[in-house]
């Protein structure tokens, strides 16, 4: 029975259980099998907890999807368990207004950023967002470290730094009553080859008759204090010494003073470290010249105020500075002579809140640089955020002076703040996931350089209400293999089933290889692989480049399409027997490049409109059109004639095409207009145009342009053709008549004129012929007798 159950359940869940899953619901996707798992899906899912919402053969993961689709297969509304975010300040202090003349407020008194404490309830997918507010307050106390390269190039910078206590005690009073100063230096590590290890050079390293102190590594000289005058006395005392390499040790000294709080005398306020030097610096690696290999620890080793170890611990990575100097909340002003000032102007890109100055030679214009760092460190705000737990994200976006607005990377910070302005930032967190443990973190959220901060408490919702009313080892779970819990049981370590009915140790191996044969089929791991445990284990080839994969080893990397005998063409890569192709290149075998320069016209389309262009040629859609670019047509008649029949037809409702206009007529967009001088003209566009006159059996002139743009194909025409004026009559008549006459009179005057000439032609001849004429005076040759005679034949004259 229980078989045939199991039978029935697998056939419904595959002929349709839920056509929330035919519909592609990312809940129903994510086949979660408890409201636990559901709710991290996304917060849009939901859980049914109703016991009897399933019907005959669905999964219980059909009991979580999308709050709609629930409700529509008819799941209370009350029954849903979709739980919330949430967020609850717990600590908001309001920001420290202005002082009142005279006043001076202590240090605990101070506030600038609010609120100090939230505790976020996130749930997977949901963000919670809250303001931070941050206001620059007046008369911040101020701690300042002078830390100075007493390498044998500073010994002018010595004399002017004698007496820069005081006179930078007189100047910070304008900017803060409550200011302490202290001073340390540096040379480089002890050891070959960065200085000379013989005795002599050990106790004088300064040639000549100079005289200089024994090498050190960093030295606190002067814890700070706000006594400027003993500043001035001790760092009289001081005395240049030497090192034989150009850059210094300087990175070993900024660790110590970062992290030896308590022997700098470093209070919960504005931290600043002043660096001057003339020359580069040593960082991680370089140690190894002297032998050195073991990576800087970043702790305080200082014995009697000297950095004792650093013939033992390399130099501080940059890495590693930055990540104590934020830690330690100190923003550090690079006082450096101009000839390294691109170094470190580069260094001060990966140490934020810091700042570079140009120092003079001599050191002389130290006080003025200290000033403009501070002016330009303190009106910037830089927000930190301490490490994310796994799956976490913030993202920040600032609202700063005058309603200026900042996203993205920029979000964390604002610039020209003067004391007193108020900037804000919205800060969104979000989870994506629940951790392992599933217990709360803690972040915390600070400005650069400053010590106050915002702690968040991150609480992760990843259990549903409803699991803590859960029955464990429930009966209605397979006689106790699960918890009955949300309406839904969650089976027990290595059960499975919707009822945690079955054993995963009891599958038999004919199972176990049905699971190694894709869409049941006979070959087992198709051929390309052993089946171990349920499992395919792809077999290796010779060539190591070549492996089989997937899950029943059913894909490769070396039998995918060639072209050119390279494999896709060398222009993509081959996954699971089919090329991918990389960026521009398409087909089997990536062969198809998708660059369509080569097709490009001189009109700027492609393929003159007339065709596809296809791995980089035009295909022209009518066989009539030929050429790289679709440009010739041997048989057209142009585009003006070509459109003329249509034109007439759509614009006249005249032409040969008058019957079948809109069957043949309707590819282009028709705009009349009144004159031709409202025609688009070729100086006005950017596309293609061509301006046609064309005549039709009327004898009258049509105005038209043709052009296709944004793939669109436009017809400017003017709305009445240009035709010639109907014959008068009259005049015509008139014409012709008079035409008729002036001809017949032309005709006469023709003939009578031929006719006078041959008259005297005529008679000329007479004349001549008269007076060559000789008359015979004998006889009238044309005279004739008027007596007739008449002789009888039969006379014989007897």
Known sequence: MDLWLLLIATLSVVLGSSSAQQEGSICIKANAQSCGECIQVSEACGWCTDENFLTVGESKSARCDDLESLKARKCNEAKIENPRGSMVVNKDKPVTDRAKEGDKLKLEQITQIQPQKLTLNLRSGEPQTFRLKFKRAEDYPIDLYYLMDLSFSMKDDLENVKNLGTDLMREMQEITT????????????????????????????????????????????????????????????????????????????????????????????????????????????????????????????????????????????????????????????????????????????????????????????????????????????????????????????????????????????????????????????????????????????????????????????????????????????????????????????????????????????????????????????????????????????????????????????????????????????????????????????????????????????????????????????????????????????????EHKECVQCRAFQTGEKKDTCERDCSYFQLIKVKETKDLPQPTDQSYPLSHCKERDANDCWLYYTYAIRNDTKEVYVVEKPDCPAGPDIIPIVAGVVAGIVLIGLALLLIWKLLMIIHDRREFAKFEKEKMNAKWDTGENPIYKSAVTTVVNPKYEGK
């Open 178 to 641: 409550d200011f302490r100063i202290g001073f340390g230096s540096f040379v480089e590590k002890t050891v070959m080859p960065y200085i000379s290890t013989t005795p002599a050079r050990l106790l004088n390293p300064c040639t000549g008759n100079q005289n200089c102190t024994r090498p050190f590594s960093y030295k606190n000289v002067l814890k700070l204090t706000d006594k400027g005058d003993e500043f001035n006395r001790l760092v009289g005392l001081q005395q240049i010494s030497g090192n034989l390499d150009s850059p210094e040790g300087g990175f070993d000294a900024i660790m110590q003073v970062a992290v030896c709080e308590e022997q700098i005398g470093w209070r919960n306020v504005t931290r600043l470290l002043v660096f001057s030097t003339d020359a580069g610096f040593h960082f991680a690696g370089d140690g190894k010249l002297g032998g050195i290999v073991l990576p800087n620890d970043g702790k305080c080793h200082l014995e009697n105020n000297v950095y004792t170890m650093s013939h033992y611990y390399d130099y501080p990575s940059i890495a590693h500075l930055v990540q104590k100097l934020s830690d330690h909340n100190i923003q550090t002003i690079f006082a450096v002579t101009e000839e390294f000032q691109p170094v470190y102007k580069e260094l001060k890109n990966l140490i934020p809140k810091s700042a570079v100055g140009t120092l003079s030679s001599n050191s002389s214009n130290v006080i003025k640089l200290i000033i403009d760092a501070y002016n330009s460190l303190s009106s910037e705000v830089i927000l930190e955020n301490s490490r994310l737990p796994e799956g976490v994200t913030i993202t920040y976006k600032a609202i700063c002076k005058n309603g200026v607005e900042e996203t993205a990377d920029n979000g964390r910070k604002c610039s020209n703040i003067s004391i007193g302005d108020e900037v804000f930032f919205n800060i969104s967190i979000e989870s994506q996931k629940c951790p392992l443990d599933g217990k709360s973190e803690i972040i915390k959220i600070k400005p650069l350089g400053f010590t106050e901060e915002v702690e968040v408490v991150l609480n992760f919702i990843c259990e549903c209400q409803c699991s803590k009313d859960g029955e464990p080892n429930s009966q209605q779970c397979n006689d106790g293999n699960g918890t009955f819990e949300c309406g839904a049981c969650k089976c027990n370590e290595g059960r499975i089933g919707r009822l945690c009915e079955c054993s995963k140790d009891e599958v038999r191996t004919e199972d176990l290889d049905a699971n190694c044969r894709k869409d049941n089929g006979t070959d087992i791991c198709s051929n390309n692989g052993d089946c171990v445990c349920g499992t395919c284990e792809c077999k290796k080839r010779e060539n190591p480049a070549e492996v089989y994969s997937g899950k029943y080893c059913e894909c490769d990397n070396f039998n995918c399409d060639r072209s050119g005998n390279k494999l896709c063409g060398g222009h993509g890569r081959c996954e699971c027997r089919v090329c991918v192709c990389d960026a521009n290149y398409t087909g089997s075998a990536c062969d198809c490049s998708l660059d369509t320069s080569t097709c490009l016209a001189k009109n700027g389309q492609i393929c003159n409109g007339r065709g596809t262009c296809e791995c980089g040629i035009c295909k022209c859609t009518n066989p009539k059109f030929q050429g790289p670019t679709c440009e010739i047509c041997p048989t057209c008649p142009g585009v003006c004639p």
